[in-house]
Every structure is written in C-alpha cells, then in structure tokens.
C-alpha cells in the first residue's frame, strides 16, 4: 500500500525511491471493514486518508437526521476533513462503503515532506487548487445544474461507482432523491446513454 502511494506520487512529479523514503516514515497502512465509520463528527483527528484499495465516502448528517454525502474516495484518491489543520473538530463522518485499506496521511505530511523534498511544494499547491476548484464546481452544479446534468457529471467524475455505490448514496451526494434520480436513470436509458 505504502508503494502504491509511493507511485501516486512518482506519477505526478520526479520523486526519486530515495526521496520517498526519506519522507515515508510517518506513514502507516490500516485496514477498515465494510460500513465501519473510522472518522465521526467532532473528532479531533490528525490525519487523512489515502485510498489503496476500496471506497470511502465523506458526509454530514443534518439536524433531521438526513445524511448528505460530500465526497466520494475510490482508489488513489485522498480524504480527509480539513478542520484538523486548524485544530477544529471534524465537520463530517468518514465510512468505510466497501472493505478498505488506506494509507493513513499525517496533517503536517505535505508540509514536513516539502522541506525535505522540494518539489512536493509545487505539488502540494496543485493538490490544494484542484482541491478547490473541485468544491467550486460542485457547489455551482448543487445550486445551478439539473438532476440530469449533475448525475452526468458524477459519471464522468467517478466513472466505476454507479455499480459499487448504492443509488441512494449516489442521490445524496446529487442533492437530489433518490426517486428523482431513478427518473433520469430511466430517461437517459430512453435516450440510450450507457454510463
């Protein structure tokens, strides 16, 4: 797992093995059943998650008792709530919607990494303004886009869930329910669209 996240990171920029293991001590790999919640609201953790193999979900539980799921994390992607960088408690539950093991990420990884290895700098900025642009586009497809036009984007965003996240998570992160969601399920199958 450790060398997949190695990986990840020789894919986006020149690390060396040598380099990775000069910044790798911190790191730890943890395993976590299906349905298991590993980060509650009000937590005060003081790491992230980096998917090797599974799926992770972030989300919210409202004062009605409704869940609203903010992030999806298949493999090779990173979740984490962003309150542990500012010693806040966490906003959000994390769960385990498929067996998973992930790379448990320290807070201050990035920034003790980049002090060692430079270039994770550069990388680290990248990551955080992909990061941003992400929640810009969603929050913009949430208030402005069509049930049809927001399950696209989740298809093109996440192109392997639709068959390992059950309909009514998929409903929660759209904004929608899930009744609604059926109703552009079946008439994009009427237009003949296949995920």
Not at 82 to 107: G, K, L, W, Y
Not at 115 to 144: D, E, G
């Amino acid at each position: 797992m450790i060398h997949q996240f190695k990986e990840y990171f020789q894919s986006k920029i020149e690390l060396t093995d040598e380099q990775f293991d000069s910044i790798s001590a911190s790191l730890k790999v943890k395993k976590f059943e299906k349905n298991e919640i590993i980060q509650f609201k009000g937590d005060m953790l003081k790491y992230g998650f980096f998917v090797g193999k599974g799926l992770l979900r972030s989300y919210s539980i409202d004062s009605k008792g409704k869940e609203h799921i903010i992030q999806f994390a298949p493999e090779n992607w990173f979740v984490s709530d962003r309150n542990q960088m500012h010693n806040e408690p966490s906003d959000f539950f994390i769960e385990a919607i498929e067996t998973t093991e992930a790379v448990i990420v320290p807070d201050n990884f990035m920034s003790e990494a980049s002090r060692k290895v430079p270039c994770l700098l550069a990388l680290n900025v990248t990551m955080l303004h992909n990061s941003i642009r992400f929640m810009q586009k969603r929050i913009n497809m949430l208030l402005s886009a069509t049930a049809e036009e927001r399950y696209l984007d989740f298809i093109k965003l996440y192109p392997n869930l639709t068959l390992r996240v059950p309909q009514w998570m998929i409903a929660s992160y759209l904004g929608i329910t899930p009744e609604s969601l059926s109703r552009v399920r079946k008439e994009l199958a009427n237009k003949h669209f296949r995920p």
